[in-house]
C-alpha cells in the first residue's frame, strides 16, 4: 500500500483572522465597553452636584465675614429737633455706599474663580449636573453673604442708632447692597472658570467604534 500523492490539506486556521471581524452582539445584549467613557452616571453625577451645592452655599458665610470687615463704612450724623430726630450723611459727596457693593462684587468673583478651580480639581469631568450645582451654590452663597452682612453690621433702626450716639456724632450706616446684581458675580465667575478649565484640560471624547466593523487592510506596497 502506497501513501497519498498529496498531504491533505492543514486545517484552516481562524484565529489569525479573529482580531479582523466583530461580530455584532445579539439584539437586546448589552454591549461591552461602550459606555467607559460616558461618565459615573447621571445618579453619581446627581449626587456630586449636591454636595458641591451645599459646600459652595456654606462658603458663602466666610464672604459674608469679609464683607462685613473689608467694606467701607458709610457716616451718618443724627441731629435732634425738639423731640424727633433726623439722620443725614455726613459726606454727600462720598463714594463709601459705591464701595461697599464694590467689596462684595470683587470678593464675590474671588470666591467663585475659586470654587470653580476646586469643582474641576475634585470632578475633572464637566457635566449639566455639576455645573448646575455649582451656579445654584454660588448664588445661594451670595445671599447667605448678603444676609449674615447685614446682620452683623449696624443696627437698620438709625433712629435709634442716633439716639444711643448723641446728637452730632458720626456712627455708620446700616450694610446695604444696593446693587442686587452683585449677586450673581458668584456664580458667573464659577460657572465661566469651571468651564473655561474643563475646555481646555478636561477629558476628549473617544472616536466612537461601532459593532461588526471590519478595518480595512493596508494597500500593498
Not at 437586546?28 to 461618565?39: I, K, Q, R, T, V
Not at 455639576?130 to 452663597?141: E, I, K, Q, S, T
Not at 444676609?147 to 433702626?157: F, H, K, M
Request: aromatic letters at 6%; a neutral charge; charged letters at 15%.
Amino acid at each position: 500500500m502506497t501513501a497519498p500523492l498529496n498531504p491533505p490539506p492543514p486545517p484552516h486556521d481562524h484565529s489569525a483572522n479573529a482580531h479582523q471581524v466583530r461580530q455584532a452582539p445579539p439584539a437586546g445584549a448589552p454591549m461591552a465597553g461602550a459606555y467607559e467613557e460616558d461618565g459615573p452616571g447621571m445618579k453619581t453625577e446627581a449626587r456630586e452636584a449636591a454636595v458641591i451645592t451645599v459646600l459652595v452655599t456654606v462658603c458663602g458665610a466666610l464672604l459674608g465675614l469679609l464683607w462685613w470687615r473689608l467694606a467701607p463704612h458709610v457716616p451718618l450724623v443724627g441731629d435732634q429737633s425738639g423731640n424727633s430726630w433726623v439722620v443725614y450723611l455726613k459726606d454727600t459727596e462720598g463714594e463709601q455706599a459705591v464701595g461697599v457693593d464694590g467689596t462684595f462684587t470683587l470678593l464675590a468673583l474671588a470666591f467663585g474663580a475659586v470654587s470653580g478651580l476646586a469643582a474641576f480639581l475634585w470632578r475633572r469631568r464637566g457635566g449639566v449636573p455639576l455645573v448646575v450645582g455649582l451656579a445654584l451654590g454660588g448664588l445661594l452663597g451670595s445671599l447667605l453673604a448678603w444676609r449674615l452682612g447685614v446682620w452683623l453690621g449696624p443696627t437698620s433702626d438709625v433712629i435709634a442708632h442716633a439716639r444711643a450716639v448723641g446728637k452730632g456724632v458720626t456712627f455708620p450706616a446700616p450694610l446695604r447692597l444696593g446693587a442686587k446684581a452683585a449677586l450673581l458675580s458668584w456664580p458667573f465667575a464659577a460657572v465661566l472658570v469651571h468651564l473655561g478649565l474643563t475646555a481646555l484640560f478636561g477629558p476628549r471624547d473617544p472616536e466612537p467604534q461601532h459593532p461588526g466593523e471590519v478595518p480595512l487592510a493596508p494597500a500593498p506596497q
